[in-house]
């Protein structure tokens, strides 16, 4: 209301009962400003009507945790033979809460370093960080803090999860500080994020891992994250919007080349895992069965990242039902593979 009152025109209506009214004392003149700005201070909180807790919490993007129910993979396909049950599902969950929160500390870390760049990004500038309602060392302390929470919980489980999330906060620390601005190496690093949830659930377990589940998990990050990259260009194209450095030494056909080529050795190195898993299950067919609705799920993934959509991997997996259904189908075949 500050700003529209300060813009009025001499001749609107509503002055001329101000120039009605005696001349202003040179104290009444100091006083002014000092009543707009006491007028105006009640705008700021709408720009922070998060608050510093809602701005921290958002900042540690609990939507995308979804990215951690990677860590249940291993427990799931080792489920059936374990001898105590009740202790593996409990070291997936300390395995998914200590992931959480030490992923949660890298999202902290991240935008507080990208805080400038992101206020000139179309989207990114209303962060919490980026919009000013989170202090940067204030973000700084809070990664702290979730990365520490995040060890504690992980010894619950097994000290090799601790050294797994040391290892992960390592890389994307590595990654924030300047190798996300290399070409192809911040494909890598971001798809090991992927694989070292997947690792996260096995030790936390001590799960064995096959190494075609190894090899589509790593596959399968490299794909989602090249779609990701893939879709940033589009937006780049259609905008103009300011990018990673990274990106300015990529071109959408090589980035299309990445997405296809780790979908089609994803695509196979699962049709290959299912025929294993076949053979290992008293030849079960519904391992083989369970091949339909994966393919189509990653084909369905494709139209996405084709049409530059898969910015947010962990938005279309909410948002999209056809593909959660495909996903739940392929849940309930690999399920029966195991059981029936």
Known sequence: MSETTDERTPDSGESEPVAAKPAETAADASAAPAVAEAVAE?????KGSLGLLGGVIKTARPRQWVKNVLVFAAPFFAFSKATNRTELVIDAL?????????????YLINDAIDVEADRAHPTKRNRPIAAGIVPVP?????AVVFFLAGLAV??????QLAVVLAVYEAVQLAYCLGLKHQPVVDLAIVGSGFLMRSVAGGVAGGIAMSQWFLLVTAFGSLFMVSGKRYAEIMLFERTGAKIRSSLKKYSASYLRFVWATSAAILIMSYCLWAFEI???EHDSVWAVVSMVPFVVAVLRYAVDVDGGKAGEPEEIALNDRVLQVLGASWVVTLFLSFYL
């Open 42 to 46: 009640p705008a700021a909180p709408k």
């Open 94 to 106: 300390i395995a998914f809460v200590a992931f959480s929160l030490t992923a949660s500390s890298v």
């Open 138 to 142: 204030v973000a700084y302390g809070a």
């Open 154 to 159: 992980s010894f619950a489980a097994s000290w």
């Open 278 to 280: 076949r053979q290992v």
